[in-house]
């Protein structure tokens, strides 16, 4: 049955299946936001610990997402990645590269003897959670507001910025679009920290992580409501019909009005991270990250289908219209479609081993007892 499916469906399949491991990853963002916290909520030495080893467990979660968003683009979208990974390259080296230092961070902050220092790797920690998130934001940006590459007709990519990728985090648009990122990653990790942590030992702790949930918010809702602005008013790329391309006035405004599912997946994302923030910081709860990781991902979902459907170029060229990406012309065969939406199907039951995981390793609540284990980060 799959495959008699014709090609513009599975791309169309496909980049839904990218949007939800891609917001997915955005969820798993709170680990970032948690660590950016670190030396604003933790004042003591335990304190610091708790968020450290609370985090910690889930980490690895977050980098695998990541990769697999990576895989899933290169599988399924390769004349992007060709494009994106190979012109961009310096923004793409530094966002792998906080990565790194992040996972560097957990093995050795508390080795004995480490050259470097446990604030050292706690600094790491820092950077990871935000400039790797902010860069990460400004790349997600370009998908609105173009990239600066032109494709020849042997689909070879030529970069025509010399800062090959590091020129976005210059746009107003993608600055906004990543420090909303690195506020709502903050929003999120301080909302599972209170889920996460037993703060019964250190009510102090909650109490900050709390107030840090409601800050965030209000720091991230004007580079909100600038990116929404925006995306009402600015011109949008668009592909008709025989592969031209054009710059159309409120193509994104279009999109939304076009699609009211994706319309309603923003406005219900949006108001769950908000009830997630007020029943942390106002009705003492401890399940807002639930409510505020299910409204990222809606609001993640929403984004991903401004950028890619309804014959929109989800990576447009500033340098060269004709020369944009959109999921027709960017996508792998008919061939290859069909036999990785067969595998697609496992997922599932991939999701499902993930949150049986997920919920064994949240059975109990990080203490201090746990710190004391040899194992400990």
């Known amino acids: 049955m799959i495959g008699s499916l014709d090609i513009s469906v599975l791309q169309q399949i496909w980049w839904l299946l990218v949007a939800v491991v891609g917001s997915l990853f955005l969820f798993m963002n709170f680990v970032q936001g948690g660590q950016s916290l670190l030396w604003q909520v933790a004042k003591t030495e335990t304190e610091k610990s708790l968020v450290i080893n609370s985090l910690g467990r889930k980490w690895e979660l977050t980098f695998t997402t990541l990769v697999l968003f990576g895989g899933a683009l290169f599988a399924a979208f390769p004349k992007f990645y060709a494009t994106s990974f190979g012109g961009a390259y310096w923004v793409w080296m530094l966002i792998l590269f906080t990565f790194i230092v992040q996972a560097v961070s957990y093995e050795f902050r508390k080795k004995p003897d480490n050259l470097l220092g446990a604030r050292v790797f706690e600094l790491f920690l820092l950077i990871n959670g935000s400039i790797g998130i902010l860069l990460i934001g400004a790349a997600v940006g370009t998908f609105f507001t173009g990239s600066n590459f032109e494709l020849n007709q042997y689909n070879q990519a ?82 008709d019909g025989s592969g031209v391309v054009s710059l159309v006035p409120g193509k994104y405004l279009a999109n939304l009005l076009a699609m009211p599912v994706t319309l309603g997946l923003l406005v219900a994302g949006l108001v769950l991270v908000i009830w997630g923030v007020v029943s942390t910081a106002f009705l003492g709860g401890g399940r807002g990250i639930w409510f505020g990781g299910l409204g990222t991902v809606l609001v993640g979902l929403a984004v991903f289908a401004i950028a890619g459907y309804n014959d929109t170029p989800f990576y447009p060229s500033k340098a060269d219209l004709q020369s944009s990406l959109s999921i027709h012309n960017a996508s792998s065969s008919h061939y290859t479609l069909t036999a990785m939406t067969y595998v697609a199907l496992v997922i599932p039951l991939v999701l499902g081993y993930i949150a049986y995981v997920w919920k064994l390793m949240n059975a109990r609540k990080v203490g201090p007892d746990d710190l004391e284990d040899s194992k400990a980060y």
């Open 158 to 239: 030529r970069w025509t910025h010399p800062l090959h990728g590091l020129e976005a985090a210059f746009s107003l648009f993608n600055l906004s679009f990543g420090l909303f990122l690195v506020f709502n990653a903050r929003v999120l990790g301080a909302m599972y920290l209170v889920n996460n942590i037993d703060c019964t030992t250190v009510p102090q702790l909650e109490q900050r992580l709390r107030r840090a949930c409601l800050v965030n918010l209000v720091c991230a809702l004007p580079f909100l409501l600038f990116i929404l602005g925006s995306l009402l008013v600015m011109p949008g790329y668009s592909v």
